[in-house]
């Protein structure tokens, strides 16, 4: 059974603290993903890498910083926890766009981490 | 610019009931993939469905199924004969081929009353 496993459900963190949120899939895949969903506005990408240690940024990706020093590890960092960066963070992974046409696959999503900022 | 819009914040149904999720994208590429994911209060999104921009046939799963018309951009889902366990947040999203983004709706919220 294919698997993407985030390291807390549940987080509580305190203004202005260093928050590391990890992300592991076993399925071998290239593309991992951070999303960040926030009622009414959907899933809104933080940051996705393509290959071990590259990244590029999303559409958020300000107060945030990755790291993927592994194939299966993706890490989430805020590096100064604020209040509007409570959030429920998703993870995912898929394997890299196929074909001529560079066809999306199906993305597989961790459970994701509810993370509160006080 | 692309968009995917998901007009119905909230649906509320009785079981049994039919009901369709309305799904309208925006995008000036002729290569494209849309797709549907559920996410059941456990939190985690489930895969329903890619569709690429060549294939408007439609497709039936089950109880889903899923209507594609290019004329007017929009990307359908209906559920038939709704049940309890189809209470669900679900995301329409459009992927930009050649890319690695994936852009997202903001989500129906499905309520099933039994």
């Known amino acids: 059974d294919v698997k993407v496993t985030q390291s807390s459900r549940y987080l509580v963190k305190r203004t202005g603290e260093k928050v590391f949120l990890e992300c592991v899939q076993d399925?071998?895949?290239?593309?991992m993903f951070w999303y960040r969903q926030d009622p009414g506005l959907g899933l809104r990408l933080i940051y996705f890498?393509?290959?071990?240690?590259?990244?590029e940024k999303g559409d958020i990706p300000e107060g945030y910083s990755v790291s993927r020093e592994k194939k299966e590890r993706f890490s989430l960092i805020l590096e100064s926890a604020s209040t509007n960066q409570t959030s429920m963070y998703l993870c995912?992974?898929?394997?890299?766009?196929?074909?001529?046409?560079?066809?999306?696959?199906?993305?597989?999503f961790g459970p994701g981490t509810r993370l509160t900022v006080l | 610019a692309q968009k995917v819009t998901q007009a119905q914040t909230e649906i509320s149904v009785v079981e049994k009931e039919d009901v369709t999720l309305d799904c309208v994208y925006e995008?000036?590429?002729?290569?494209?993939?849309l797709f549907w994911y559920k996410q059941p209060p456990s939190g985690e999104l489930v895969f329903l469905i890619r569709?690429?921009?060549?294939?408007?046939q439609n497709e039936i799963s089950g109880r889903y199924s899923w209507n594609f018309q290019k004329s007017t951009s929009s990307f359908n889902f209906t559920i038939t004969a709704s049940q309890v366990v189809d209470s669900a947040v679900y995301f329409c999203?459009?992927?930009?081929?050649?890319?690695?983004?994936?852009?997202f709706g903001t989500g129906t919220r499905l309520k099933v009353l039994a």
């Open positions: 995912a992974s898929s394997p890299p766009p196929t074909g001529l046409a560079g066809a999306g696959g199906e993305q597989f």
């Open positions: 999203a459009l992927f930009k081929s050649g890319t690695y983004k994936y852009i």
């Open positions: 569709r690429n921009s060549f294939d408007e």
């Open positions: 995008t000036r590429d002729t290569t494209y993939y």
């Open positions: 890498s393509y290959d071990v240690k590259m990244k």
């Open positions: 399925m071998d895949h290239e593309n």
